[in-house]
Structures are given as structure tokens and as C-alpha cells.
């Protein structure tokens, strides 16, 4: 099946700094989506990006499909940023059925 | 529009016993899902239903259980619980897979404890 790695998997940041997190992915996909889960466990959908750009507030995100990978960009990190920020695919393999495949995280801390 | 709601928050079960955990959306999704969540660890798929009436495996479905009578409600059943099921319990829901707007939206959890 398809395969979905992160990097970095930990990462420590002072407050204000900017940050880059990747996800590759093995397969072709027609869904990727990007969340933040809080320290509460609480999952917050981030980005719906399986192609392009996009950008929200301080967040934004880039896949490239035809590569397999997709960057997460945090800018003027809080403290509130703190969390597992998950990436997730899903594809058109075995059916139509949009099953998703997480990867295992990226955790992020953000010091004040 | 409420989105995906989960009931309960919070559970301890003892070993062998049963519970239902309750989904419902609001979105007029077609599919519906359960994932489970073990420490440090990503999402796992349960099973999934396509529409009411229509239900599969996942990556992980040894002791659940689940049916759709419903487009709004996806009911998951644990059947002799055990410590192996200790979990946090995601429900989600997405309109179909062909679509351009294939977004997955998740309930808030059910944090289970199999003691």
C-alpha cells in the first residue's frame, strides 16, 4: 500500500521563527490533507492540497504531485502552533472508497 | 451545521464488556469513517461505509463491529472489550471519493479505557 513519511519528526522552535515540514508520499493520490492536533487531541483540518498552493493566515502549503511530496509552512510561530501537524493521503486504490493514510506526525514545539 | 459529533468523550470499560460508540454528521456526506489513534502514533482506518447499507473493512477491524442504517449515523461496536482496543476513536465524514471537494472531517474523539 501507499506509504507516507514525515520529516522532521520532532522539532523545537523560539517563538517568531519560521519552519518547513515535509511529507512524502509513494503513490499517486487525489487527496491530501494536512492537520494540526492540539495538545487537547483534537484534530484541525489545516489544508485540503492533493495539487497547488494554498495559503491561511500564517500557514501554507505546497504539494507537488507529480513529485510525491508536499511542504507545510509555518511562519511567526506561537506558542499556540504547539502540537502533531499529520499528513494524510488517499488515493483511488482499491476502489473509490477515499480511505486515508496518516503518517506518523511531526511534533512540533513552540517556546515562548 | 454541527459537522461530525461523537459520543461519548470519555469511557472506561472493563475487560468483556461490550459499548457502542455513537457518530453522527450533518454534511450530507455519503462516506463515513472510524480511525483509532494509539500513543504516538498516526491514524489507523477501522471501516468505512460508503453510503446506508454499505460497510467495510479497514486496516485494523478485529474486534469492531459497525452498520449504517442511516446517511447521518455510523455506530461502531466494540464486542468484548479488551486492553488491546485502549484508544482514542475518530470519527469522519467525506463526500465521495471522485469528487474535486474529497475533504475528510473529523469528530472530536472518544478516548477509550480497557481496563
Known amino acids: 500500500g501507499i506509504q507516507v513519511e514525515q520529516s522532521p519528526p520532532d522539532l523545537i522552535l523560539q517563538e517568531g521563527a519560521n519552519s518547513t515540514l515535509r511529507c512524502n508520499f509513494s503513490d499517486s493520490v487525489n487527496n491530501l490533507q494536512w492537520f494540526h492536533q492540539n495538545p487537547w487531541g483534537q484534530l484541525i483540518n489545516l489544508f485540503y492540497i492533493p495539487s497547488g498552493t494554498k495559503q491561511n493566515g500564517r500557514l501554507s502549503a505546497t504539494t507537488v504531485a507529480t513529485e510525491r511530496y508536499s511542504l507545510l509552512y509555518i511562519s511567526s510561530s506561537q506558542t499556540t502552533d504547539s502540537g502533531v501537524y499529520f499528513c494524510a493521503v488517499g488515493g483511488l486504490y482499491g476502489g473509490a472508497t477515499n480511505k486515508l493514510i496518516f503518517g506518523t506526525g511531526t511534533l512540533l514545539a513552540v517556546q515562548p | 451545521n454541527a459537522g461530525v459529533t461523537q459520543t461519548p468523550k470519555f469511557r472506561i470499560l472493563k475487560i468483556g464488556q461490550s459499548m457502542t460508540l455513537q457518530c453522527t454528521q450533518d454534511m450530507n456526506h455519503n462516506y463515513m469513517y472510524w480511525y483509532r489513534q494509539d500513543p504516538g502514533m498516526g491514524l489507523k482506518l477501522i471501516y468505512y461505509?460508503?453510503?446506508?447499507?454499505?460497510?467495510d473493512k479497514g486496516e485494523v477491524p478485529n474486534g469492531y463491529n459497525v452498520s449504517r442504517s442511516t446517511t447521518e449515523d455510523f455506530p461502531l461496536r466494540l464486542e468484548l472489550a479488551a486492553p488491546s482496543q485502549t484508544s482514542v476513536y475518530f470519527c469522519?465524514?467525506?463526500?465521495?471519493?471522485?469528487?474535486?471537494?474529497?475533504?475528510?472531517?473529523f469528530g472530536p474523539g472518544t478516548r477509550l479505557t480497557v481496563l
Open positions: 469522519a465524514s467525506s463526500y465521495p471519493s471522485g469528487r474535486v471537494d474529497n475533504e475528510q472531517f
Open positions: 461505509s460508503v453510503g446506508a447499507g454499505i460497510t
